[in-house]
Every structure is written in C-alpha cells, then in structure tokens.
C-alpha cells in the first residue's frame, strides 16, 4: 500500500519531515510558495540519505515518490498524514489549517511542528478541530527519534495512537505529551538552560564557547544517555534519589541561577521526585545503572572519537599522546633489532566490542589485524605521507583463525613476523597475543597499488630496503604455527 504524507511548509523542519517520510518508504507531496523549496529540499534530501539509511542495520524500504505542488488542495490530495512546519505565528498557522481542511481527508492526521503553540490554540476557529495534533520533532528530524505528540481534548484517544503508530513506523518515538503547555517539555528545558547562558555571556562570565565546552565535555553527554533524574539517581549513590534530593535540595535557595522561581523545597517535592524515580529505575542497583552508563559513555565517546570532535577528539589527542614515544610509533631504520615479530598493536578491548556471545566479535578481529597492518605498513615507509603521493597497499587475502576468546578490557596485544616482503608483494603473519597467550593469528597478502591506476605496482627503495631487512631477519625465525592453512575441514 503507497502511504501518503503532505508537507506544508519545507524549510529547516518541513525538509527533515519530507525525508523522514520519504526514506521509509512514503510518497511525499510538497507545498511551499518559497520558489527556493525544491533545492532546499533537494539539498536536506542529500545529507538525509547519507546518513540515515546507514544507521539502521536493516534496509530501508524503497524510497517513496516527491512532488511538488502550487496549492495546499492540490498537495494534500490522497495523504494520511498532514505535517505543517510553516513559520511560528499563529495567524499563518491558522490559514494553512483552514485551507488544508477544505481539501484534505477528514480522517487524516494533520500534525503540525510548532515549538510553542497549544494544541488548542491551533485548533482554534478550525472546521474539525479534532483532527490537528501538535507533533513537535527535533532537528534534523531524519535523524533524532522524539516527537512530542500533544494532544488537546478535543482529540480522540484513538486519533492520538494512530498517529504514534505512524511515527512509531517512521522509526520515531513518539512522547505523548499528557497536559498541553506553551512550549510543551523539552523546549521549555532547552529554554531554562538557554536564558542562564545568556545571562552568563551577558554577565561576563563565559563565552559561548566556554559554554559549549562545558556541555559537550561533561553533562551533555550523560544527558544523552540517561536524561536527568536517572543521571542523578545514580549520583545519589546507593542512598539513591532522596539522598540526592537532601544534598542539592538546599541550593534551591542559594543563588544558583538566575532562574530564582522555584519549587518549594519540602518532603512533598521530595517524595513526588523519589516515589517516581523508584518506578522509573528502581528495578536496577546502582551498580548496574553505572554499568549501563559506563557502556554507553563508552560507545558515545568511541563515536565522537572516530569523528575526532568535541569530547572524542579530546580522547584522541590523549591517544596520540599515550603512542608517542612507544614502540608503536616512529620507522624500521630506527629500529636497532628486528630479530624478533614486531609489535604493531596494543590495546585493550572494549566494551563495545564484544557480542551476543560474551567475547570480542570476529569482525573486531580483522579490525585489529587492519590496524596493525597499518602500522607495519608505516614502519616499513608507507605512511600518511607516502600514500598522499600516490602509492599504497591494498590487502589481496585474509585468513584468520580464532584460537581462544578474548573479552572486554583484556589487553591485546598483535606481533607481526614478515614472511615475505619483495616487489609489489607483502606477506604478513600478525599473531595476536593476551599475555603470552595467543588468541588469534591473522595471515595477510598485501599488494603494493599506485592509488592513480589503482593497479599493482612497485614499492618506494625505501619501503624495499626496510622490508628485505626484516624478512631477513624473520627468516630465522620458526616458521610460525598455522601459516598457509586453509580451513580445517573434518576429517
Ligand atoms: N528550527 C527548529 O529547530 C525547529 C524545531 C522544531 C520545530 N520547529 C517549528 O517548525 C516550524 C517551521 O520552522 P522552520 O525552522 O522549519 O522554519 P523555516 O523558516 O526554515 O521554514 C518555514 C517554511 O515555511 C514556508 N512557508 C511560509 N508560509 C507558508 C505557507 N503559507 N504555506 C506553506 N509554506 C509556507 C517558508 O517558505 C519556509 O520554507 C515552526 O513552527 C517552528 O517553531 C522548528
């Protein structure tokens, strides 16, 4: 069944509507007097489906049909779903919901993403009020999951889990809103924090980039993971929320902020707070909450690492700094003995690493293996430099073998003897080792490529000449356990 969305309004948030909808598999049709909205679209359309369909692990269904229309009638015409993003005043908003009643199915959800307004203040002097719903995304809404869906009481429940269901199929989460308010819940937070930071650029205390650092740095990245009760509850240690509650309660009154109207600070607050973080998270200790903490903590900052910003890039410099001077840096000519496999890896494994299974997943294995061919690849001259010139190794082959399991946080640590390193050919026998122990070895056929033909072709002298060094050397070494066997089939 060819499900239809109508987007009125395609700027900032209507664009993000319109993939959204368009990438999981329904045809969109665009009103927008902007004669600019068909490239605006185009253009969120593009980062949209860079980035979103990669996020999931299952493909997305095919993508629907886009059109653009010169009327609201002509737009709305065969849709279920209405989602009106036009600018933030409620005049306009009003004249957009008139013109789209006139024309559209009654029984389809018109949704709009206002920021601030009332459900029924957008219902106000409307043909069928009960068909309008205020479904607030976030930007960019191809990407973040919550949609505050706020309904008024003019909405049936059964028209308000339709629509989660339709936003719950777009891969969304929808957060039903129970009691309608200016700016419903998460605006009127961002608003809280929004008015102290200007305060505190006003008042000389910190730039805004001081600002950002101390959210990106630090709390942001807790909020992201576990919102702010939770985040506390765990602060409060095994005591939990009340003993949280009793250590900051008092601040309510200090000058904290600028923001001076607050609650009163009383058992009744408390116990409201602690009664509901018991049934939030009380089926967990602490210890475990920590854990899960912890594991995300990890995976947000693995993330950010590989992207080399904010926080991750601050890990990233610790790591650049941890290499200098290790054996892990640095190039074969300095190296005074090459007699013996050499390090090209060392690290422990982290938690999100491992699998289903309870040990580090295979393809984690041949990321280890990648990364210590990367670094033997540097040692012998073909470094960031060299492949910037034009040449480099593509790998031909692979065999790994798995021989025990290595888990989270265990040290891991890769030797690499060259077996055979001449021409365009280079042969390496990575075995990877827990202690003396080993774990898995990896054997990998390298081709040296010219990254313009994209063909094989001769190494540097320098790459020669470090290479023929160690398989010199190498070669008096045993011949290592397990190297050119295939699979080892039953007997
Ligand atoms: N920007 C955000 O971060 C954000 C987040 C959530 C919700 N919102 C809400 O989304 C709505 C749209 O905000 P935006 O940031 O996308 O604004 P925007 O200015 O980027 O886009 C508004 C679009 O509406 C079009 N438009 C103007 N009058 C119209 C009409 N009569 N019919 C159809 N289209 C019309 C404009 O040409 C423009 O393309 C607002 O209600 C806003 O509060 C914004």
Request: with cysteine; net charge negative.
């Amino acid at each position: 069944m060819i499900r239809v969305a109508s987007i009125i309004g395609g700027g900032v948030i209507g664009g993000g509507w319109a993939a959204r909808f368009l990438l999981n598999g329904w045809d969109v049709r665009v009103f927008d007097p902007d004669p600019e909205a068909t490239r605006k679209i185009g253009e969120v359309l593009a980062n949209a489906r860079r980035s979103l369909p990669g996020l999931s692990d299952v493909a997305l269904p095919p993508e629907g049909r886009l059109s653009f229309h010169d009327s609201i009638s002509d737009a709305v015409a065969g849709a279920a779903w209405i989602q009106e993003s036009v600018p933030e005043r409620l005049e306009i908003k009003h004249k957009v919901f008139a013109e789209v009643q006139a024309a559209c199915d009654p029984q389809a959800v018109i949704g709009s993403s206002t920021s601030g307004f009332k459900p029924s203040e957008l219902q106000q002097g409307a043909a069928r009020p009960e068909q309008i719903v205020v479904a607030h995304p976030f930007n960019p809404v191809y990407l973040l999951p919550l949609v505050e869906l706020v309904p008024s009481p003019a909405n049936a429940p059964e028209r308000i889990e339709a629509a989660k269901a339709v936003l719950q199929g777009l891969g969304m989460f929808p957060l039903h809103v129970k009691k309608e308010i200016d700016a419903h819940i998460a605006d009127r937070m961002l608003e809280a924090v929004w008015r102290e930071c200007l305060w505190l650029v006003k008042d000389g205390v910190a730039t805004t980039q001081e600002i950002d650092e101390a959210i990106r740095m630090g709390f942001g990245l807790r909020w992201a993971q576990m919102g702010i009760f939770d985040t506390y509850r765990v602060a409060g240690g095994e005591a939990g929320m009340k003993h949280f509650m009793a250590q900051f309660g008092p601040c309510l009154e200090w000058p904290w902020t600028k923001l001076m109207d607050v609650p009163e600070f009383n058992d009744e607050l408390v116990d409201l707070i602690a009664g509901q973080s018991d049934a939030q998270s009380g089926h967990m200790s602490i210890r475990e909450m920590e854990r899960h903490r912890d594991d995300n903590l990890v995976g947000i900052l693995r993330a950010l690492k590989a992207q080399g910003w904010g926080a991750g890039a601050v890990l990233a410099e610790q790591d650049a700094r941890q290499k200098a001077g290790s054996n892990l840096e640095g190039y074969a000519e300095d190296m005074a003995d090459v007699s013996q496999p050499i390090v090209t890896m060392r690290r422990a494994v982290p938690l999100d690493w491992t699998d289903y299974n309870g040990h580090m997943n295979e393809s984690r294995y041949l990321q280890s293996f990648c990364d210590a061919s990367d670094r033997f690849m540097e040692l012998v001259g073909c470094d960031a430099e060299y492949i910037a010139s034009g040449g480099s190794y593509f790998t031909a082959e692979t065999h790994i073998r798995h021989l025990a399991e290595a888990h989270a946080g265990d040290l891991i640590e890769v030797r690499t003897h060259l077996l055979m390193g001449q021409g365009k050919k280079m042969h390496l026998f990575h075995t990877m080792y827990r202690g003396d122990e080993p774990v898995a070895t990896g054997e990998h056929m390298l081709i040296h490529v010219s990254l313009e033909t994209r063909r094989p072709s001769p190494p540097s002298d320098r790459i020669e000449a470090n290479m023929a060094r160690i398989v010199e050397a190498h070669a008096k070494l045993p011949r290592p356990e397990g190297v050119g066997r295939f699979i080892g089939a039953p007997r």
